[in-house]
């Protein structure tokens, strides 16, 4: 058997690599902490569950429009003027089986090969990949903790070439934190302006998980708004990442092509998890704030309990469920059986000793540091830094 050569352009995804080693030693009898999945530790919102619940027994049980039923589309662009006081109409949204087919609907149909994309580091693991399959090439950024993991309009300016045609960002950023405020993300309009041929991709999947004043969309800045892709989705704000709901708002013409993508794919997404979202999107927002609260109270503790380890570098996200310390202090270091050289010899000995799961920085596109999920109890957290700490202080 020959498989295609389009398997050797990119990677399987690494968040799901360390999340598939992790319940491989569960399966063995071990306790395995896990501080690898972008997941929320909450059960979907009562009201949201009862309106599924509604829509089967209102037998909404059928192949649904290729870009999601009107009522959900109404719903994201009334939801889209109430957050973000962005216009928009029902033409301009496609409703995609999560917010990861949104991404590549977005970039199939802006992509061909030797096409530039450029992509601020760190970066979520699947945008580099998802260039590949488009055969485009990917020109990253590199940003740090000192930088607050942003990027500069000088770094933007001199990152574009004649053969750019896509910028690729998220705020809140998986997996840095990052959160772009209105007046940065203008000095980066101010360069976007001169290259009308640029189309900017802005994930804004963590929106309400965000520990700053408010969320700020590119989108805002109207002469710029028909080139703005919006990728958003319901997996982390209301925590419904099983239900696999995602959009993008965009312009007419962008949407269409997402839409034809699409109808070859998967077509419409999921009818009753559509009903769903549109309960999620148009009722009660107090569930989705009151799990950012609690977020923010195990980012705290995270903090405080990484201030105790020697070595390890960690600024504060201001958004997401994430901190990236750069862990670089232990390359070359070792506990007399094994030697750390990079980030995922780092992961697989916190695994290996600690029973702890994280995800490398080299699959996010900074080799210097590894991502850890708060997205888990306060007693997994507590307990999993501690063995954490307990393995580290073993290499010298």
Request: charge should be negative; proline fraction near 5%; charged fraction near 25%.
């Amino acid at each position: 058997m020959q498989l295609s050569s389009l398997l050797q352009r990119f990677n399987e995804p690494e968040t799901l690599k360390m999340a598939k080693l992790g319940r491989e030693l569960r399966a063995k009898g071990i306790d395995v902490i896990d501080l690898s999945l972008g997941e929320p530790d909450f059960d979907t919102p009562e009201h949201i569950k009862q309106a599924a619940i509604k829509a089967v027994q209102d037998n909404w049980s059928h192949y649904t429009p290729v870009p999601g039923y009107l009522d959900l589309r109404e719903a994201v662009c009334a939801k889209l003027k109430r957050d973000n006081n962005l216009d928009y109409k029902p033409e301009n949204i496609v409703v995609s089986t999560g917010a990861k087919q949104s991404l590549a609907n977005a970039i199939l149909a802006l992509v061909d090969e030797n096409d530039e994309v450029i992509i601020p580091t760190p970066y979520w693991v699947t945008y580099s990949e998802l260039v590949k399959i488009a055969r485009g090439r990917v020109v990253e950024i590199k940003t740090n903790a000192e930088s607050g993991f942003k990027i500069t309009p000088q770094q933007l300016e001199a990152a574009i070439t004649p053969h750019t045609n896509v910028f690729l960002f998220s705020s809140p950023c998986n997996p840095s934190g990052a959160v772009y405020s209105k007046s940065e993300l203008e000095l980066l309009v101010n360069v976007f302006r001169k290259y009308p041929n640029i189309t900017i991709i802005s994930d804004e999947i963590y929106e309400y998980i965000n520990f700053k004043e408010g969320h700020e969309s590119i989108a805002q800045f109207e002469d710029i708004k028909d080139r703005v892709i919006i990728v958003n989705g319901l997996s982390k704000g209301f925590a419904m990442t099983g239900w696999r709901v995602g959009y993008i708002a965009a312009d007419v013409a962008i949407a269409k092509a997402c839409e034809k993508l699409q109808g070859q794919f998967t077509s419409g997404t999921c009818s009753i998890a559509q009903k769903a979202a549109v309960a999620a999107l148009t009722t009660d927002l107090r569930p989705s704030m009151e799990m950012t609260e609690e977020f923010a109270r195990r980012r705290k503790r995270v903090l405080e309990l990484i201030s105790d380890i020697p070595g390890i570098k960690c600024s504060e996200p201001d958004g997401a469920f994430y901190i990236f310390p750069d862990i670089s202090y232990y390359y070359g270091k070792s506990d007399g059986q094994t030697t750390i050289h990079t980030s995922g010899d780092f992961c697989m000995y916190l695994l290996n000793t600690a029973h702890v799961s994280s995800v490398m920085g080299e699959a996010f596109g900074d080799p210097a540091c590894v991502r850890f999920s708060f997205a888990n109890s306060m007693e997994k957290i507590e307990e999993a830094w501690a063995r954490i700490k307990k393995a580290l202080e073993k290499l010298k």
